[in-house]
């Protein structure tokens, strides 16, 4: 008879399964049998790999099938977010499967690319990076004459658009009254000169929240 699992063996097969679990629910939103990303698998299956990270695991087998699930919970993520920028940009595929397939090369051609589709390519690389920049960092502007009150639909949007980032990555969200006097305090402090724009921005997996002052041109 086998002998009863310990606590941290169910830990670990419930950590496996909830990521099988966020790996079939992905594929199916991008199957489009799910309507909306699976954030909120996301989100516990990332709080649950944070909790055991840095947790003491003091046996070595132990440590190495966790390290085995982390690696693998990372590599999924950035598999994710490799789909849905695809997706943002035009290039969405049926399912996530087929983004880890080794991409094909490219054809060899006979001579030299016409200046006419060489030029096309770079006005395409241009728009791609130009619209992934945009989606990387969101800006929204207030100025001084602008309600930044608790029912103000841009800070609402602001937050939103905060809270959506934090949401993506497995922060935890701030409060709505926290960004709201945070930005009155910031258009009282520098809007008197111009617009004060609030960038959200996500690098190296965290959640960025910059202001910049911008005066107004003489």
């Known amino acids: 008879m086998a002998p009863p699992k310990s606590e941290f063996d169910k830990e670990m097969s419930y950590l496996e399964a909830e990521i099988r679990r966020l790996e079939a629910e992905f594929n199916m939103f991008f199957a489009g049998r799910l309507p909306r990303p699976p954030w909120e698998t996301r989100a516990k299956v990332a709080a649950l790999v944070k909790r055991h990270d840095q947790s003491f695991i003091r046996n070595t087998a132990d440590r190495f099938r966790f390290e085995s699930l982390q690696n693998r919970h990372a590599k999924f993520i950035e598999l994710w977010e490799r789909q849905m920028t695809n997706r943002e940009l035009g290039r969405s595929m049926s399912g996530a499967r087929k983004a880890q397939l080794t991409p094909a090369m490219p054809a060899a051609s006979e001579g030299p690319t016409p200046p006419a589709e060489q030029a096309a390519e770079s006005r395409r690389s241009a728009q791609e990076s130009a619209r992934a920049k945009a989606e990387a960092e969101r800006v929204i502007k207030f100025g001084r004459a602008d309600d930044t009150g608790t029912g103000s639909s841009r800070v609402k949007e602001l937050y939103e658009q ?3 980032a934090k949401k993506q990555v497995g922060e935890a969200p701030v409060s709505f009254e926290r960004v709201q006097a945070l930005v009155r305090a910031q ?17 190296d997996g965290k959640v960025s929240l910059t202001v910049k002052a911008e005066k107004e041109k003489e």
């Open 162 to 164: 905060l809270a959506s």
């Open 187 to 203: 258009v009282d402090k520098f809007g008197a000169d111009g617009n004060v724009a609030f960038k959200i921005g996500t690098k």
